[in-house]
């Protein structure tokens, strides 16, 4: 696929805060997301030139997910292991060649991260980009993972390490001098700067649970789902207000977020046909009776404009999609079609101008 001569000059809402209408995010094709794996596909098209041509078809966001090491499941279903880029550091390189697009770092595996160097590169990251990043944190989904990497805190809780960086964040990016001293995370008088360019700068808590969801309201901007339908958001997104109404705080200013797998065909068949194709069926998270339907929009663009109206309806405010794709061209394609096809429905919702 061929890119467009040309800039396109698109103006999109800083923040989810400032319009009522449905976003849309691109995954960048990092680890197991996204296009193959093959020497000719290199890092650039991988990744930056993905995330160049998602600004220019108007997507309001790109991100990437957060490994430190392959799991188990992983390593019973690929032969060689993922390259899982490390998304601040990727990031950083997308700012650089990107102006408007939103950098939304994670869902980070927060119990693996030092707070006060996280709170550092995330401040540089929304400087460097002057005001664009959104970042998104969790448990993570597997323990091994955790267990690997940090053996020595192998009993430790991981939601409680969580909920304590959460809270350490939030000081380091705001105070002149931040003490913490919790279960698993303590510094004194530290003078963490720069700060970054958004106040707050959003933080959204990543997961289906319930502690992920009670962490989203008492103490975080916005909750990301995953892979879940619109009964489930629906349901979710009424237990984050009531944790936010209990912790006194304005449900209003609490969103609501998605990531699922998109696949899209002419036909459902040919979309199934392209999922079934795609290195993303072998994934943990693709599962269910029906792994083409069960958590994830799989069909025409007319039948997942559908599914997204559906999802509006629940409460969502923004939808991040993973494409399927197994080389760079493919996966362009697939935003070029949704860009085409299904932002055209939602245009009140995307602010695009040529």
Request: contains cysteine; proline residues 6%.
């Amino acid at each position: 696929m061929r890119l467009r001569p040309g800039p396109v000059r698109i103006r999109i809402m800083s923040t989810p805060s400032e319009t009522d209408s449905l976003t849309f995010g691109v995954q960048l094709p990092t680890g197991l997301a996204g296009a193959g794996r093959a020497a000719s596909y290199s890092w650039v098209d991988r990744v930056i030139r993905v995330a160049v041509e998602a600004e220019r078809l108007g997507f309001h966001e790109v991100g990437c997910s957060d490994h430190f090491s392959s799991t188990h499941v992983v390593r019973e279903k690929w032969e060689n292991p993922p390259e899982y880029f490390e998304p601040l550091v990727t990031l950083t390189a997308v700012a650089a060649r990107t102006s408007v697009v939103r950098l939304a770092a994670g869902a980070l595996v927060l119990p693996l991260r030092e707070p006060v160097l996280l709170a550092k590169q995330v401040a540089t990251l929304d400087r460097l980009s002057d005001g664009r990043t959104t970042l998104a944190v969790g448990v993570g989904p597997h323990r091994d993972e955790f267990e690997c990497v940090l053996p020595s805190l192998k009993g430790a809780r991981r939601s409680r390490l969580t909920r304590e960086s959460i809270q350490c964040l939030r000081g380091l990016f705001t105070e002149r001098l931040t003490s913490f001293s919790g279960n698993y995370r303590h510094f004194r008088n530290v003078e963490c700067y720069p700060k970054p360019v958004q106040t707050p700068l959003p933080i959204y808590s990543s997961g289906n649970d319930d502690g992920a969801i009670r962490r989203a309201g008492e103490l975080c901007d916005g909750w990301l789902a995953d892979r879940i339908g619109p009964d489930d958001l629906r349901n979710g997104r009424k237990k984050v207000l009531e944790y936010a109404d209990r912790a006194r705080r304005d449900p209003d200013t609490i969103h609501t977020s998605l990531r699922s797998i998109v696949a899209l065909g002419t036909t459902a068949m040919q979309a199934r046909e392209r999922f079934g194709r795609s290195a993303l069926v072998r994934s943990p998270h693709v599962a269910g009776p029906d792994p083409y339907l069960d958590g994830n929009l799989v069909g025409t663009p007319d039948q997942v404009c559908a599914q997204l109206e559906a999802f509006a309806e629940a409460g969502l405010d923004h939808f991040s999609a993973s494409f399927v794709g197994n080389t760079v061209d493919e996966l362009l394609d697939q935003l070029q079609v949704f860009a085409d096809q299904v932002l055209p429905a939602f245009a009140e919702r995307v602010d695009r101008t040529a």
